[in-house]
Structure formats: structure tokens, C-alpha cells
């Protein structure tokens, strides 16, 4: 037993050797963030996967998609207040060719859905995709907080600033 002991002792020195040999190495890396440049390339090695059965796990999207290349990473999106999937996934290939070939998967049954397989976009900052207006106002919109009607209470739609929605700061019982 006391020689058990003693080569646990040992393979635990050689261990923690290892570990702060390696460790000024790595942890830049690991503390690190990708570049915008990063971000773009991986982003063009990758496929959005949209319509993935709740259930699936990030092994079964590897098996499906393992014919088209080799896969770097799987990513299932969660809802950040439930921990549920989202139902959308992100797969990246180790080089761009695999998104043209994961494509043909387009419109394929993966655990009796049919899913839908797009090459993921990149996100640019201070640009939408949508053509909604922007919300709010020179007030904040319509009766928010910012609004001169707004008097710290109940506000029916339209303007009615007096009368019984107006608060006074003095009593009054009658």
C-alpha cells in the first residue's frame, strides 16, 4: 500500500509538472478572444441548422452532418431564463468546401423533421436585417416613463394629462 502511495505521489508531481509547463502557454489562449477576423472566417466554415427537434443532442447533429466533412464544433442555442433549446444549431466545418456539400442536407429529415441548412451569416454591428422603425420617440414612445403624460400611474391610451389620471402632489378628499 505505502508503494501505491508513493507512485501516486509521483505521477501527481509529474502531473503538476506538466500542468505549470503548459500552463503560461495556454492560458493567453484560453483568456483570449477571438478577432473580428476570427469571427468572420470561422463564420464562413459554418451552417446555421434551423427547424432541430428539441430533443437532439449536439452528437446526433454530428452524426448527421459527418459525411459532409470534418466538424470542428456543434452548437445547440438555449434559451438563457429556461436552459430549453431554441431549436436552431450552428455546425462548423473544418474548411469552407463542407458548407457547399452540407447544403444538399437542406430540407432533410433529421429526427422526423425536416430541417432547413443555410451557411451562417455574420453578424455586423450597428446594421439590421429588418426594416422595423426604431422604437421610441423624442419622449420614449407613447406614454412611457420619458413622456410629460406619464404621471406615475395607470395611463388609458390618448392624452389626458388633468383631471382624475392627473396625480397632485397635495391631498385633496374631495
Known amino acids: 500500500m505505502e508503494e501505491e502511495a508513493e507512485k501516486l505521489k509521483e505521477m501527481q508531481t509529474e502531473v503538476d509538472k506538466q500542468m505549470n509547463m503548459s500552463s503560461p502557454t495556454a492560458a493567453p489562449a484560453a483568456t483570449s478572444f477571438p478577432t473580428p477576423e476570427e469571427k468572420v472566417e470561422a463564420d464562413g466554415k459554418s451552417i446555421y441548422v434551423g427547424n432541430v427537434d428539441y430533443g437532439a443532442t449536439a452528437e446526433e447533429l454530428e452524426q448527421h452532418f459527418h459525411g459532409c466533412g470534418s466538424i470542428n464544433r456543434v452548437t445547440i442555442l438555449c434559451d438563457k431564463f429556461t436552459g430549453h433549446p431554441k431549436g436552431f444549431a450552428y455546425v462548423e466545418f473544418a474548411d469552407k468546401d463542407s458548407v457547399v456539400t452540407a447544403m444538399a442536407l437542406d430540407e432533410s429529415l433529421f429526427r422526423g423533421r425536416q430541417i432547413k441548412v443555410v451557411p451562417k451569416r455574420t453578424n455586423r454591428p450597428g446594421i439590421s436585417t429588418t426594416n422595423r422603425r426604431p422604437r421610441g420617440g423624442r419622449f420614449g414612445g407613447r406614454g412611457g416613463r420619458g413622456s410629460p403624460y406619464y404621471q406615475g400611474g395607470f395611463m388609458p391610451r390618448g392624452r389626458r394629462p ?9 391631498y385633496s378628499p374631495y
Open 162 to 170: 388633468f383631471g382624475r389620471y392627473r396625480r397632485s402632489a397635495m
